[in-house]
């Protein structure tokens, strides 16, 4: 299994860029693909953005491209997810995951094996 590490969270003001960032450690394998979720409290857990290591294809959740870009930094092993005007209901912890089994982009939270800590973002009006 990789090792993930979410930064970048924190509170901004409605309107504001953010960037988070994940950064892969461990034996990345051939078959590889990244996601971002996000979650709130009472709530399960809600795609956000997948992205191909090897091909950087990517897959949106619905209604959230267009404000959010998944991207992907291979020499340094890290994964982006650039989120423009922000506003109040993207408040959540987003955490980044690793599908080790497949390069298929998933949806699902349950078809990734390796997930990050967390990072808190905090969006005000």
């Known amino acids: 299994q990789v090792q993930l590490v979410e930064s970048g969270g924190g509170l901004v003001q409605a309107g504001d860029s953010l960037r988070l960032t994940c950064t892969v450690s461990?034996?990345?394998?051939?078959?590889?693909?990244m996601g971002w979720f996000r979650q709130v409290p009472g709530k399960e857990r809600a795609f956000v953005a997948a992205?191909?290591?090897?091909?950087?294809?990517?897959l949106y959740g619905r209604s959230l491209k267009g404000r959010f870009t998944v991207s992907r930094d291979n020499a340094k092993n890290t994964v982006y997810l650039q989120v423009n005007n922000v506003a109040p209901e993207d408040t959540a912890v987003y955490s980044c995951?690793?599908?080790?089994?497949?390069?298929?982009?998933?949806?699902?939270?349950?078809?990734?094996?390796?997930w990050g800590q967390g990072t808190q973002v905090t969006v005000s009006s």
């Open positions: 992205i191909s290591w090897s091909s950087g294809d990517t």
């Open positions: 995951a690793a599908d080790s089994l497949s390069t298929y982009l998933s949806v699902f939270a349950i078809n990734y094996d390796s």
């Open positions: 461990g034996q990345i394998p051939s078959t590889f693909a």
